[in-house]
């Protein structure tokens, strides 16, 4: 695996790969590398001739109040498993290479990036879609893998390459998830023990809409009010919000006979996490 810390030499290596003919595959992440991750590079393998990996914890995308400082880094380890994968390029700049002192331009997909995680997390979304346009920049991939289990991302990110005429295709992949149903993230080793029974309650309310829906019920208000009452239920788990949306607008639908995404956010303690899962149309 090559690793590059500055843009300039991994811009030129990928330009490489494209002149060899060989087509690019993207995995961008923060690191703290799980399964999750390692399922995106698995998929970006069996579609890509080469693939190529970011690590970088992204200040931009992080309030003042959030976890910036103490988010996992497992640099070594992480390596280790993107060699084990056969990965070819590793990209983890520093954040001066990446911001520049005076560095000023940012893009914002104005409209989707207030809702959901944008409505609690004011400017989040502004930092996910400057980081991912300018490693798209960099990179130049023909595929980007991302992950559903941040579904909001993944509409803010279509629309930034559709708005902005970016030449690479999205691809989404399912949520990873532990034995027990917990999604898999970075954020659940912040999580103690008790803490991490309790976060099943989130997986636990999405089993209960999928059944509630396969059972025959329609009305999203239903639904909603139905998984806000288990949530509510669990002890130390604090609701963001629990909604039901249309996956490409993000805005709310009443009916969820047409494709929806159910998506939930909640306190498990200090640790925000996130969950979701896509009805199609009538489901
Ligand atoms: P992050 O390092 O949290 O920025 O995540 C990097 C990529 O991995 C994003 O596209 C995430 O959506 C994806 N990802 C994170 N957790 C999972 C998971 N449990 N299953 C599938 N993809 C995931």
Redesign the pocket.
Known sequence: MQFFETSRQIQAACREVRREGRTLGF??????L?E??L??VRIARSQCDTVAVSIFVNPLQFGPAEDFSRYPRTFDEDCRKLVAEGVELLFAPGTEEMYPTGACTTVYVEGLSEKLDGKSRPGHFRGVSTVVAKLFEIVHPDRA??????AA?VAVLRKMVSDLNMDVEIVV?????EADGL????RNRYLSPEERRHALVLYRTLSCVRDLVSRGERDASKVIATAAEVIANEPGVRLDYFAIVNPDTLDPVSDVSQAALVAVAAWVGNTRLIDNLLLPANS
Do not use: E
């Open positions: 995995v961008p992440t923060m690191g703290a799980h999750g991750h399922s995106l893998f991302f992950g559903q289990k941040d991302q992949c399912p949520i990873v998830r999604a898999m993230s970075s």
